[in-house]
């Protein structure tokens, strides 16, 4: 734990060791699983929100996770750069580790995506 104290003499703060920036970019956005049925028609959605852990790679290393809600909804922070989003091993989809996203996150803000995965439903 990191203990700091504010000097307000000094108008700064001092710590007992170094302390972590503030991330405020990352990435948002939507989740997504299809086909959902066999046969898709026009006037009917093919794909559906999906619900499940991720984990989120630079290089080879993990450097965050996240989940996904109900409606397929999420948002991680990340430092600006290039990532490879893996759905857990578990998630209801055919082979979902094999199944990566190559992203890039923006030097501001939240860079908005939507990631398609596939069901294996044919």
Same mark, same amino acid.
């Not at 397929?72 to 490879?84: D, E, I, K, M, N």
């Given at each position: 734990? *990191?203990? =700091?104290?504010?000097?307000?003499?000094?108008?700064?703060?001092? =710590?007992?060791?170094?302390?972590?920036? &503030?991330?405020?970019?990352?990435?948002?956005?939507?989740?997504?699983? #299809?086909?959902?049925?066999?046969? =898709?028609?026009?006037?009917?959605? =093919?794909?559906?929100?999906?619900?499940?852990?991720?984990?989120?790679?630079?290089?080879?290393? *993990?450097?965050?996770?996240?989940?996904?809600?109900?409606?397929?909804?999420?948002?991680?922070?990340?430092?600006?750069?290039?990532?490879?989003?893996?759905?857990?091993?578990?998630?209801?989809?055919?082979?979902? &580790? &094999?199944?990566?996203? &190559?992203?890039?996150? #923006?030097?501001? #803000?939240?860079?908005?995506?939507?990631?398609?995965?596939?069901? #294996?439903?044919?």
């Amino acid at each position: 734990m *990191r203990l =700091c104290a504010l000097l307000l003499v000094a108008g700064s703060a001092a =710590c007992d060791g170094p302390v972590s920036p &503030t991330v405020d970019t990352g990435l948002t956005g939507v989740v997504v699983r #299809g086909p959902i049925t066999p046969v =898709c028609f026009v006037d009917s959605p =093919c794909e559906a929100p999906f619900s499940a852990a991720f984990d989120v790679y630079q290089n080879v290393r *993990r450097v965050a996770g996240f989940t996904s809600d109900a409606d397929g909804h999420f948002t991680v922070q990340l430092p600006p750069g290039a990532y490879r989003v893996i759905p857990s091993a578990d998630a209801p989809i055919i082979q979902p &580790t &094999t199944q990566v996203k &190559t992203v890039d996150v #923006g030097p501001v #803000g939240l860079t908005e995506v939507r990631l398609q995965f596939d069901t #294996g439903i044919r």
